[in-house]
């Protein structure tokens, strides 16, 4: 059954601590992506990845950090330099590139990033 | 500056009726325009997406109509369900070498449909 998992759905930190969220993905894809939403919002890209080992900053990257070290998996640190870190943070995968048929992401169901 | 928007935060409809969420955009580079649903602290997922070299695009009971010139897409739910019940958010990406997944979104519309 092919998919994207998120972990763990639920996450608390200490103002300071740096925290990593899991992302893993089943579907063979090659791209993967961050995106933080914040209420009545809607989603922003933190960091995308194309292909292993490679990655690239999203519009809002200050004070996360990714590794992309097999292509299953993509974990987003959340450090201590991120001003606002509570979010729900949602992860993604998709085709590298746009086919001409429908292409779209897949997303995961998200890690609730709470600081206390 | 919001390049893609979602100028209604909520939408209520009678269950059977037409729902219409619109969606504006300002970057005349997108080319592909997407809609995804959304549950209360569940990911999106992907409902029907339409290319600029459409105009209309049609999947059962959802089509998105593009309007180029205007830079506006409208999704058409009909007839509405219950179940319909979610936010939708409105996506574009740019280019044919763009990832997939790499698109920007609106904030979001959030539907509600009475029985």
């Known amino acids: 059954d092919g998919g994207i998992t998120q972990s763990p759905k639920y996450l608390f930190r200490k103002e300071g601590q740096n925290v990593t969220l899991s992302c893993e993905q089943n579907?063979?894809?090659?791209?993967m992506y961050w995106y933080r939403q914040d209420p009545g919002q809607g989603l922003r890209l933190i960091y995308y990845s194309q292909i292993v080992n490679d990655f690239q900053k999203g519009d809002i990257a200050e004070g996360y950090s990714v590794s992309r070290e097999k292509k299953e998996s993509f974990p987003l640190t959340v450090t201590s330099a991120q001003k606002n870190p509570t979010a729900f943070y949602l992860c993604?995968?998709?085709?590298?590139?746009?086919?001409?048929?429908?292409?779209?992401?897949?997303f995961g169901q998200g890690t609730r990033l709470t600081v206390v | 500056d919001q390049q893609v928007k979602q100028n209604s935060p909520s939408l209520s409809v009678q269950e059977g009726r037409i729902s219409i969420l619109n969606c504006d955009y300002t970057?005349?580079?997108?080319?592909?325009f997407l809609w995804y649903k959304k549950y209360p602290a569940e990911g999106p997922t992907f409902l029907i997406s339409i290319s600029s070299i459409k105009d209309k695009n049609e999947d059962g009971r959802f089509t998105v109509f593009l309007n180029k010139s205007a830079k506006h897409l409208s999704l058409h739910i009909v007839p509405s369900q219950p179940g319909d019940s979610a936010v939708y958010f409105c996506?574009?990406?740019?280019?044919?070498?763009?990832?997939?997944?790499?698109?920007?979104f609106g904030d979001g519309t959030t539907l509600t449909v009475k029985p």
């Open positions: 993604a995968s998709s085709t590298s590139l746009r086919l001409s048929s429908n292409t779209e992401a897949f």
């Open positions: 579907l063979n894809h090659d791209a």
């Open positions: 970057n005349s580079m997108f080319d592909y």
């Open positions: 996506a574009a990406s740019d280019g044919p070498n763009t990832n997939a997944g790499k698109s920007t």
